[in-house]
Each structure stands twice: as C-alpha cells, then as structure tokens.
C-alpha cells in the first residue's frame, strides 16, 4: 500500500522505515524546510529499544546512545528518596535503557530511510477522505493521494484537529528548561539518571555518554507563557537551583545560553479513538504525555512497530487500523494519565506537602518499582 505520513519526528521517521520495510510505499512530509538539531536528549525504554529490535534498527541506535541502568530519586539535599537498579530487569529482557540525544535519533532514522522519502517545507493545509484513498493538501498549492494518512505531525497535529477541533493541548502547571552540556570535568555517575525534587522545583540529569549530559529544570507556574519566565535567562536558573545539591549548580555553570531551550508542559487528555477512516494517529498526536514517565518518544516508537504488526496480520487497511487502535490505546491512556498524575506529585511545593511526599517515596517497597517497571518494559 501506498502511505502519506505528516511529520517527521520520531514518530513520522520510525513509521516510515518499518512500513517501507515490509515493502509499502511511504512518502514523508514535513512543514519545515529543513531538519534541524534540537538540543535535547530523549531516554528509549527497554521497551523501546526491543520495538528497534523489531525493525531492525536496534543497533544502530544503541551505537548512538547511553545504557542508563539505575534511575534516583533524591532531595534537594541529594538524599535518596527512591533508587532502582534496572539492570537486571533489563539484563533478563536482553535490551537497555538507552539515552541519547534527539538529534543523533533522528540522524540514525534519517540514514536508513531511502532518498525520496522525506518531503521538506510541506505544511499541511488540509485533507480529504474517498473511497478508496486520502488526498493530502499543502501550503504550497500542491497535493498528494495515496491509501492512507499517518498523522505523526505532534501534539498540535493538523490532521488531529481537522478531525477532533476540541482537541487541544492540555497544560501540566509548570514550565521547563532544557540543555545538553559537556560534563565531563564533573563527579557524575556513569550510566544513572536522576531527578531532584525541591519545594523550589524538580532538576533532572541523565548521562548521553562523551562527557555529555541531558539536563531539564521545571518550575511551577499558574499560568501558560508566563512573560516572566519567558524571560528568563540561564542566569535565572542558575539562581533558582543555587541551593540544590552538587553537581547541580556545577552544571548549569557549565551551560551557555545558546544550549538552553525553553518550553511549558503540555500532553493532551486521551482520545477515545485513534483510527478515522482512512486516517490514523499516531505518536504525539495520538498520545503526547507529560515527560514524567520517560515514555514520549518511546511510545511513538511502539506505535511503529505495532502499526507494521497490525498490517502483517490484517491485509485490510481499516481492519488493521482497528486492531491497532485496540492494542494501543488502553497502554497508552495508563501511560498518559500516570505521567500526568506523577508530575502533579513532583512538582508539589508546600513545605508539608513536599515532606510527607518525600516521607512516602521513601518507603516504596521494591515489588512496587519492579510492578512498574514490568508495565513499561515488557512489551
């Protein structure tokens, strides 16, 4: 079959490499006229990575990345809250937690996609379903028509809001930095990944490897765009987290300006359906969630690899965009609204609140982390 695929983020990228390898014709188009790096790093589950296996790319983005085998909770202080050694969860499943930065992801889809694929400066104005195929319209006057729609085009997807306007992203409460930062001239932990959790905010780091490390800072905020966090500098930050623990600080000393993004968290309430006709959601404008979970560009992943599953095992296309739509959507409604509930929890700041929090995750018992774990990693 022939597939048109709006967006080329991980979704759209991995979509298009799992169909045209079950021989399908895909074509990719992509609103901006180039592809360009973004500064952050992404963490691919266990989960994940054995979806790669499946598609055959497992390797080549292990190459690129960074094993993450034990994930911590601390305090401000850098007191332990919660530490899970995932390796041997992860030994037994046979793939890792692997971290890496989004822009060598999309380097490692992009060199195993066929030239042609990829159609760049394409936003998508409209489309249009008929009987037996989709009509795609663009800014630029020209359209395309093949046997299917994919919409991987993110948490404001067009195709999603043509066919669900009410659909709009959905705002966490707190606002976020990010940054990728040479850190190798400090004492970090090679392979753990950690989030601090403070009355003044929430500061994570995960190692990418190369000295490199992926930090995010979230703040509370009431409302969305707030101007004055809209103006903050790394300056602003660093001041901020000036008393979170070590190497915290450090960090931030190390990073510059020009490295640092800036954005709310947003995910958008679960739908209810996914496949429409001819049409099918996927990735983020499916199921964007929070990034509490580390589980956004994992999903869209699994969505890959399940879709091409789904089409191997039903040769008619909306009987196959059903079956999807029932495997996927009760795992990624759990997913969604956990996150979304987990971040609510982290980013407490009432001082008793903060306390009886940190009291509780203390006391987490094992079989609770190895309960969640299980509903992530195995697939």
């Known amino acids: 079959m022939h597939f048109l695929i709006i967006g080329a983020g991980i979704a759209g990228l991995t979509t298009a490499l799992a169909l045209h390898r079950q021989g399908h014709q895909v074509d990719v188009y992509e609103?901006?006229?180039?592809?360009?790096?973004?500064?952050?790093?992404?963490?691919?589950?266990?989960?994940?990575?054995?979806?790669?296996?499946?598609?055959?790319?497992?390797?080549?983005?292990?190459?690129?990345?960074?094993?993450?085998?034990?994930?911590?909770?601390?305090?401000?202080?850098?007191?332990?809250?919660?530490?899970?050694?995932?390796?041997?969860?992860?030994?037994?499943?046979?793939?890792?937690?692997?971290?890496?930065?989004?822009?060598?992801?999309?380097?490692?889809l992009?060199?195993?996609?066929?030239?042609?694929?990829?159609?760049?400066?394409?936003?998508?104005?409209?489309?249009?379903?008929?009987?037996?195929?989709?009509?795609?319209?663009?800014?630029?006057?020209?359209?395309?028509?093949?046997?299917?729609?994919?919409?991987?085009?993110?948490?404001?997807?067009?195709?999603?809001?043509?066919?669900?306007?009410?659909?709009?992203?959905?705002?966490?409460?707190?606002?976020?930095?990010r940054g990728v930062t040479d850190g190798a001239a400090l004492q970090t932990l090679a392979g753990r990944s950690t989030e601090s959790w403070g009355a003044a905010g929430r500061f994570g780091m995960v190692p990418l490897g190369n000295g490199q490390v992926y930090w995010f800072a979230c703040i509370n905020s009431k409302t969305p765009q707030n101007p004055v966090y809209k103006g903050f500098r790394l300056a602003d930050v660093q001041q901020h987290f000036a008393n979170f623990h070590a190497p915290i600080p450090e960090l931030l000393a190390l990073t510059t300006d020009e490295q640092v993004i800036w954005g709310d968290i947003i995910d958008l309430k679960p739908l209810k359906h996914f496949a429409y006709g001819r049409v099918l959601l996927l990735g983020d404008a499916a199921h964007a969630t929070?990034?509490?979970?580390?589980?956004?560009?994992?999903?869209?992943?699994?969505?890959?690899?399940?879709?091409?599953?789904?089409?191997?095992?039903?040769?008619?296309?909306?009987?196959a965009f059903r079956l999807f739509e029932q495997r996927r959507l009760p795992r990624t409604t759990r997913i969604v609204r956990q996150s979304w509930q987990l971040g609510q929890v982290a980013q407490f700041s009432q001082p008793w609140l903060v306390t009886l929090r940190n009291a509780v995750m203390r006391r987490v018992p094992n079989s609770v982390n190895t309960q969640q774990m299980q509903f992530l990693y195995e697939r």
């Open 290 to 319: 929070t990034p509490n979970m580390g589980q956004g560009a994992g999903q869209a992943v699994e969505d890959a690899a399940m879709l091409a599953q789904c089409l191997r095992e039903q040769t008619n296309l909306h009987a």
């Open 110 to 177: 992009l060199e195993h996609l066929p030239p042609g694929v990829l159609h760049l400066g394409k936003p998508l104005e409209r489309f249009e379903q008929h009987d037996n195929q989709v009509t795609a319209y663009f800014a630029d006057g020209s359209s395309a028509a093949a046997d299917a729609l994919l919409a991987a085009d993110g948490i404001r997807s067009r195709v999603r809001l043509q066919l669900l306007p009410h659909t709009q992203p959905r705002y966490a409460g707190y606002t976020c930095w």
């Open 31 to 108: 609103a901006a006229p180039s592809l360009r790096e973004i500064g952050a790093g992404v963490v691919l589950g266990a989960n994940a990575m054995q979806a790669l296996g499946h598609l055959g790319l497992h390797d080549a983005v292990h190459a690129a990345g960074f094993a993450v085998k034990r994930i911590s909770l601390l305090d401000e202080h850098g007191q332990v809250l919660n530490d899970i050694d995932t390796r041997p969860f992860t030994e037994r499943l046979g793939y890792d937690n692997l971290a890496i930065h989004r822009a060598d992801l999309q380097r490692v």
